[in-house]
Nanobody, 127 residues
Framework: QVQLVESGGGLVQAGGSLRLSCATS????????MGWFRQAPGKERDFVAA????????FYADAVKGRFTISRDNAKNTVFLQLNSLKVEDTAVYYC????????????????????WGRGTQVTVSA
């Protein structure tokens, strides 16, 4: 079965940076689109970023564009999310997701478009 495991979360001060990783196994990683979502307490799970199977096309939520960067290393079956200029409102559990379709677009912002999910990693930004 396809498994996704996030790591790299933690506590960071506002304005700081963090790098999240998502290790995958059990599937054809190089064929999957990959994405990141986040969920703050009492809120819905919101789209953050997506990257297509080849790693060339990316798509970001407006709230993080210019601050976060998604990338992937297909040789290592791993996707990354670089979080820069962090704000208190970025505090959330961050989830990794995979889509067998391989391509991305506006529908990628819908969590129901994704086939597999990790269990999340906590990011806390302090003022």
């Amino acid at each position: 079965q396809v498994q996704l495991v996030e790591s790299g979360g933690g506590l960071v001060q506002a304005g700081g940076s963090l790098r999240l990783s998502c290790a995958t196994s059990g599937g054809t990683f190089s064929r999957y689109a990959m994405g990141w979502f986040r969920q703050a307490p009492g809120k819905e799970r919101d789209f953050v970023a997506a990257i297509n199977w080849g790693g060339v096309v990316t798509f970001y939520a407006d709230a993080v564009k210019g601050r976060f960067t998604i990338s992937r290393d297909n040789a290592k079956n791993t996707v990354f999310l670089q979080l820069n200029s962090l704000k208190v409102e970025d505090t959330a559990v961050y989830y990794c997701a995979a889509d067998e379709l391989g391509t991305i677009g506006p529908s990628s912002s819908n969590r129901r478009s994704w086939d597999y999910w990790g269990r999340g990693t906590q990011v806390t930004v302090s003022a």
